[in-house]
């Protein structure tokens, strides 16, 4: 192991590092513990910055890639992480949850995905996936005293756990098939014919399945309703996030290599299905659910079809559409569940749509955030969600899939039902009877740095398009 | 000879294995556990890594199985509840199972069979059982998933003191 | 950005945009609703100034709107989002200013006329009606389908809270209703917008966006249809045409007044205009493929409106249902092809805007008087409130299309054309005129004539000089226009006739067998760049 | 010498036993305790695999997934202890607070 | 000469005045509402004098003046706002603003202690602009805008007593009635532009006649372009000129005040479609068949609406039926080719109609209100001026040698003896059924004794001054305005047919009639027309002087079935109501409740039910058991692993 492999290991190093010194610190020196949150914010701002000056190419013996493509997600998975972290600070402290050790586990779990992103062999790739899931699991039951949080998290690891033995057979029999857990090699393989097709296409077929049960796509989604309703409100704004950019990213690059033909034509087909019942099912469900974060898991379900659609059509053009789409996501979802954090107090109650009514003049700030992040969900311009849409749209009627972006306009009529639902909550139905909420200032900064971007990104989205594209068309 | 332990032990895993989902009683099952475990370390050797059978023993059966033992002790759930409606497994559920499951070990297995049949294997090189070539890889090629391994397990040590501590104890903190 | 900056300090199309916008922040701060409703009055003057400034010193000579463009520094419009060749490309001709003029002169009328009528929450009223102005004129001055689009949906907010939020009963239900009708039509519009590109990408091996550009996309007539059906959809519902015109009656009865009102005076406008822009000239063969569909629906809707409207007991919903009427007239002119037919319908969108709007003024006024729209409650109106009689009568009037007022000349333009080109359907349609007394009429005699049935009405007072003042301009621009069309036809004319000559011409060609781009000449009888900034076109 | 097919049936037959069992069970740690078997069977997949190709690395990847359980089985454990605390129960019937 | 500098001027001065007293206002002093409200007329009578002097210093045959005032419109639609002064339009001048100004004058009068004095003129001075609008127009539209702007007015005074249910109901229906009609002349004026893309008058009838096509092959309906064309300007006629099918909004539109009822319901506006079609008589004389259908509906119209008012006890009512029967015999001569006899008929009848109206608006005045003539008579005594003018206007519609409506209607009986002896003999029977109920109308009226309350008797006197000199000037117009048109026996050659002339050229001489009846056959008509008319009013004298409704009630005991027919005029309004108004009112509401309600937004509803729905069973899928999750996900692996391998 050489200095050059470890420097371009710093993003990750980064991270791994404030998420210790916030552990030590809190832990030898009590004084410190408000720093927690303001160290990862820091120290997330610092991996980004050393994500932005690694240099491409390959390190650990081809092992670890920097390029455009993994940099763009790495970006979005650390804005992200950035943003929950910044929206839990007053919510752990409101809660009673410990601070530091959720900062840390969200600042690992952030280790584990860029490096699940940048990782080019399977079994690192799987280390990685259980690093993050690891966290997440423990993540999702921070919140200890609400009998929900633990519900939460023990139906994601035991779902989760589930899906690994799946994942894990199916690299095991990409190893056994083409002697290599790397992915290259496993292009080569299936360029050359090496290995059993059928076997092959069990193992493709099952990482496709593990990583789609990261992303929630229908037929592998059920966990998330139930998980994200009960794991603490900031924390779904990661959980509904950050792992579904580093799985969307694996996967659009398993799909890059089954474009080739060797195991059929049917990938793409495939990963239709799963766009067309994920976008149909997630906004069907979402249209019916009254607990504003079942609706948001719903809609993630719904979103992460989206996605697929330029899953479907995995040309060399398709990483920026998702890379774009998965910032908008995660912009407005970070600003959804921010506020939700701030304005649903009750722990382990359902946070009830209607809960919210008149809120959009109590909390004028909070509630417009609320309302953008709400609009651009429903991908209504000039909001970033459009953009995303659009983008998704194009790629798939540029490469033919006409069909599918049909059903995603549909599908996301129903969906801008819904989230008008929110809006017309806010501001059109009568004020209730409630007390009055002390907002703290780090969920109010979130929430609205969620939703500025969201506005400023969807009004003037050129500049970072041009890099984004510039970014993934480049390096690599 | 080599056949013979295959059969046995191959046959051992199987009836543990079925009796670790079928058993009522959750010790039983863990035990049962240890025992495919060990039997599939016996395999693991005939197969040429008693490194890793080794490792199968100890860490696996020895170490993760106790862990199970011990905290199905520590909360005494000795039997699955049986009474009620809402803890019976629904028809759907089962017979899905069945069925999935069904057509999964019939579809897997049939092409694993059409595909290896009676495809005979290379006689063992000692190279597949030395420990040092592993160790090389371990720490050369694979370095950076064993790193993150690494911070794998603190990240487990971290997540379940914090998930099993107490939330009283906590509160006063 | 600094550009498109320097782009917004001058006196362009983008200032004209984004003013009413900008100056929707300072509401932000602003807490009392008197001192708003003054600042947002103030606004929209400053609004129409800055339009007239700039047709003042761009409109062109000889009383003809010309066509003027907003240019960067480097005599091009700017770059927006340049990967797929998006820019910010406001033009401005003979077809959208009078649009344009209307909506921005329809912003002081509103305020006045919403001064009572909205109760609560001023400042997010005026935001939304300044966004809801920077959003159609955005729509207006669009020459990039990205941006039209961009600013299609960017209308459909503010409207739907000034529904929402400000509205009757069933507001919500309106509102959600309005919402997912126009989004049904534009998510499709959407589709089609980007299959258009991908297909002008392919064909010409790069992005763009541009209205220009993608006229001169050649397409097979399947596809054509295709894209058509997206694009006109879109519009239709937004016009509304029968039978996706349900949201219409909703929307208005729910809707405060000004809402109504910029509701009936602009945003359906926006559908024809939109037809008339973007999916005819794009897309020749497959609107003249469609004609006959599409004649019988405005046929129907013209007809089938009026029955419609006459047996309402609600008197919004009789001048909402009115308008579905009077907008299938406009139909019927775009469909129809012919300059004549082309001139009225354009005419006759600013003739509704004038008298629909101020029927829904009027409307508004009483509402806000008796909290109550039916007609049971009313009858003998015109004793206690003889100007408000007067108005009511006047834009009645002007609705049913009474020569001298403007509604005739419009009506009567379309049917001149319309006759020309489609003979038939130009007859039945004018059996809507009939109805139009019909409907209208008995809204008059139940609201103003007879006897004085409910005791509360024998006290109303009569209009305030306010209400007045809102209600003025509009009933001088319906006598004008009527008595005097020609000076309010001449400034479109050329820009009206550049489209048709140019869609005849296509019209002439065999559809492509597969995409391929017209030579240049083709789109020549299109007004075109380039353009200095400020200057007038040079074709 | 045993045909490495009867290593690979066997190892399917395991994981499918274990499959079974994770999908019927109630009792959370028994489902675990499935899982655990699913894992198992995959380490016999690619342990036969690496011999039948001669090559280390499947071993290697065994003794990862053995500390992936784990850790697995550290923090799923802890999961237990915390919810038997509130719930006094891991029939995953139970778990069902969350819903529809 | 100024006349083509000046014509704009006559229409826009009443517009003026109206606009003025809009301004000034309700509250504005008596004297500056009159100023302007006769001013107004007067000053634009003034100038239609000049204008006319101007018209006639010209030497025969006299060259219209045309003044183009502005263009209208431009680009492919080029129609100028524009006047034309012809014979024609000279002879409507005339009437109009004479008539027009002298009702105006009586008005001050009638309705000096009425509410809404001054938006009374308004709406008249606003009529007057409108109807010298229609007159002066050079082109059809300009022709459709004064049309539809005296519809308006029509509207306007009809309901002027607003604060009641029925005048504006009537108003309402004159307005929809009259709408039904433009929707044909509109109809007309497209198919006109269509084919030669102008409206001016003279250059389209220059077109039409060079147009070989015109009057031959089949253009729409079956129909030549030419009878296509005068079909669609006659059915806008027949409602504005009250003929059958559309004459029913003329009855009911006499709940406007008086005045009006005889300014514009029988003066003016309602001759305003024999105008039209005057006015357009070389398309109609290339559309012979639709000539036929002019005058047969003509006749019909003349004898329906003449037995009708047979039957009435409103004077109002009776006056109106026996204009919309004058009305039919002024198509009827159109129908024949006698256009210049429609025209002739036109004038005197505004005279003698106006005369009519204003004498039973004087009787009205001094019955407080009380319109029914079963509780006059003997007004002779109380209201003599009345009487005396009245009495000429009654021998001038009854067609008593000498009188104006002699002459005329002479004159038409002519024309349609030559031309078709059914229509002759309808039209004559007319005549005598005209003198029968206007007979009968003079003699319930002024004769016998009164009938009334006592109080009415008390409140009886003689109108002002602003009332009676109109009727005496009426009055005087009633004798000499037949004059001008003497028939061929008496003068050398009708001089009014003469002085049209330019205006209306046979297309083809040979087949003009009338004129070409001997000296005989036309004395001979004479004596027909004479005789019936003196029956008619004798019979009258006989059952009504002495014995008032006496004779009535004995014949409605003999034939109930008769009398109730015409008094309810032949039921035609109910026939309406039943058979067109309903249903249409009900297929409007099954548009609504059916269409509307529940196809469209029932279909949408079940949409959005439907969606609901789904999701609704939908979300049953998550169970909230893991164990449910974790099969879906095998299951689903399962499946998409077979459809992978298949």
Known sequence: MSALDLSSLAPELALTLTGILVLLLEAFIPATRRLATPLTVAGTLIAGWLALGLAPGMSFGGQLEASGKTLIFSLVVLVSTGLTAIASEGFLRRERIPVAEYQAMILWAAVGMLLMVRAQELLTIFVCLELFSICLYALAAFHRQVSWSLEAAIKYFLMGAFVSSFVLLGIGIVYGETASTSLSDLAQSLEAGIGSRSLLTLALLLLIAGFGFKMSLVPFHAWSPDTYQGAPSPFVAFLSVAPKVASAFVMLRLLEILGSNALGDKWPQLIGILAVLSMVLGNLLALVQRDIKRMLAYSGIAHMGYVAIALARPTDTAWAPVAVYLLAYALMNAGAFAAVALLYRKAGEPSQISELAGYGYRYPVLGACLAVSMLSLGGIPPTFGFIGKYMVFLHAIENGALSLAIVGVVASLVGVFYYLRVVYTLYMKPEGETETLVLDGWGRVAALLAAAATLVLGVWPGGLLRWMFDAVAGAS | MELAIFLIFALLALVSAVTVVAHRNPIYSTLSLVVTLAATAVLFVLLGAPFIATLQVLVYAGAIVVLFLFVIMLLNVGREETEGSVTRTGPGQRWGTVVGAGIFAGTLLAILWRTYGRESLDPLTEELVAIKPLAALLFDRYLLAFEVIGLLLLVAVVAAGIVARRPAAEKEG | MESFLALAAGNTLTRLVLFPAVASLPLLFLRRDQVTKVYLLVVSLIEVALTFLYLGSHGGADGIFSLTRDLGPDGKPLEWIPRFGIRFDLVADGISWPLAVLAVLLVPVVLLGSWKGIEKKWPAYGASLLWLTSGVLGALFAYDLFLFYIFWEVMLVPMYLIIGVWGGERRIYAAVKFFLFTMAGSLLMLIAILWLVATYARVAGTWSFAYEDLLRLDLPLGAQMWLFAGFALAFLIKVPMFPVHTWLPDAHVEAPTGGSVILAGILLKLGTYGYLRFAMPLFPQASDAAQPLLLTLALIGILYGALVAWVQTDMKKLVAYSSVAHLGFVMLGLLAADLVAWQGALLQMINHGLSTGALFLLVGMLYDRRHTKKFEEFGGLAKPMPVFAFFLVFSTLASVGLPLLNGFVGEFMILLGAYRTTGFWAVAATFGVVLAAIYLFKMLQLTLWGPITKEENRKLPDLSLREILSLAPLAVLMLVIGVAPAAFLKPSEKALAATLTQYQERLKQTPATEARLLPQEMTAALPRGPVVVGEEVER | MVPISWYLVLAGLLFVIGTIGALTRRNGITIFLSIELMLNSVNLVIIAYSRLLGDQLGQLVVLFVMAVAAAEAAVGLALFIAIFRHRQTIDVNRLNLMRW | ?646
């Open chain 5, 1 to 646: 000469m100024e006349a083509q500098n000046l014509l704009w001027l006559i229409p826009a001065l009443p517009f003026a005045g109206a606009a003025l007293n809009g301004i000034l206002g309700p509250k504005a002093p008596r004297w500056s509402t009159n100023a302007v409200a006769l001013g107004a007329p007067l000053a634009s009578l003034l100038v239609a004098v000049i204008c006319l002097f101007d018209f006639f210093a010209q030497a025969a045959p006299r060259p219209a003046i045309e003044q183009i005032v502005y263009a209208w419109t431009t680009g492919p639609l080029s129609i100028d706002v524009a006047f034309l002064l012809d014979q024609l339009s000279a002879v409507m001048l005339f009437v109009v603003t004479f008539v027009g100004f002298l009702i105006h004058l009586y008005s001050a009068g009638y309705m000096a202690h009425e509410e809404g004095y001054q938006r009374y003129f308004v709406y008249l001075n606003l009529f007057m602009g409108s109807m010298l609008l229609l007159v002066l127009g050079n082109n059809f539209l300009v022709m459709f805008m004064g049309w539809e702007g005296v519809g308006l007015c029509s509207y306007l005074l009809i309901g002027y007593y607003y604060q009641e249910t029925t005048p504006p109901a009537a108003g309402k229906k004159a307005f929809i009635v009259n709408r039904i009609g433009d929707f044909g002349f509109l109809a007309g004026i497209l198919a006109i532009f269509d084919r030669f893309g102008t409206l001016e008058f003279r250059e389209v009838f220059a077109r039409i006649t060079a147009d070989g096509g015109a009057a031959s092959g089949t253009y729409a309906l079956g129909l030549t372009f030419a009878s296509f064309v005068a079909l669609c300007l006659f059915i806008g006629a027949m409602g504005k000129s009250a003929q059958i099918p559309l004459y029913v909004w003329l009855p009911d539109a006499m709940a406007g005040p008086t005045p009006v009822s005889a300014l514009i319901h029988a003066a003016t506006m309602v001759t305003a479609g024999v105008y039209m079609v005057a006015r357009a008589n070389v398309i109609y004389q290339l559309a012979p068949d639709i000539s036929l259908f002019v005058a047969v509906i003509g006749a019909l119209t003349a004898i329906f609406a003449a037995t009708i008012g047979l039957a009435q006890n409103d004077i109002k009512k009776v006056l109106a039926y026996s204009t919309v029967s004058q009305l039919g015999y002024m198509f009827l001569a159109a129908g024949v080719g006698a256009y210049s006899m429609a025209i002739f008929h036109l004038g005197t009848h505004a005279f003698f109609k106006a005369l009519l109206f204003l004498g039973s608006g004087s009787v009205i005045h001094a019955m407080s209100g009380e319109q029914d003539m079963r509780q006059m008579g003997g007004l002779r005594k109380h209201l003599p001026i009345t009487f005396w003018t009245f009495f000429v206007g009654w021998l001038a519609i009854a067609g008593v040698p000498g009188l104006a409506g002699f002459f005329s209607k002479d004159a038409i009986l002519a024309a349609t003896f030559s031309a078709n002896k059914v229509l002759w003999v309808i039209g004559l029977i007319t005549a005598g059924i005209t003198a029968f109920y206007m007979s009968r109308l003079v003699y319930l009226t002024f004769f016998g004794k009164f009938r009334g309350s006592h109080e009415q008797e008390h409140h009886l006197h003689e109108s002002p001054w602003t009332m009676t000199v109109p009727l005496v000037i009426l009055a005087v117009g009633s004798v000499v305005a037949g004059w001008i048109g003497l028939p061929p026996v008496l003068a050398e050659v009708n001089q009014f047919d003469h002085f049209l002339a330019p205006v209306i050229q046979p297309l083809d001489a040979g087949e003009h009639g009338a004129h070409h009846l001997s000296h005989t056959t036309e004395w001979i008509l004479i004596a027909a027309s004479v005789g019936v008319a003196l029956a008619g009013i004798f019979l009258a004298r006989r059952l009504y002087k002495d014995r008032g409704l006496a004779a009535e009630q004995a014949f409605s005991e003999r034939a109930p079935g008769v009398q109730r027919l015409l008094e309810g005029k032949y039921f035609v309004d109910e026939l309406y109501d039943r058979f067109i108004v309903r249903p249409t009112a009900w297929l409007a509401k099954m548009c609504f409740k059916v269409v509307d309600s529940l196809v469209i937004e029932g279909s949408i509803g079940v949409g959005t039910f439907l969606t609901e729905l789904t999701g609704d069973l939908a979300r049953f899928s998550t169970t909230g058991n893991v164990r449910n999750y974790a099969l879906y996900f095998f299951l689903g692996v399962v499946a998409l692993f077979w459809w992978m391998i298949l």
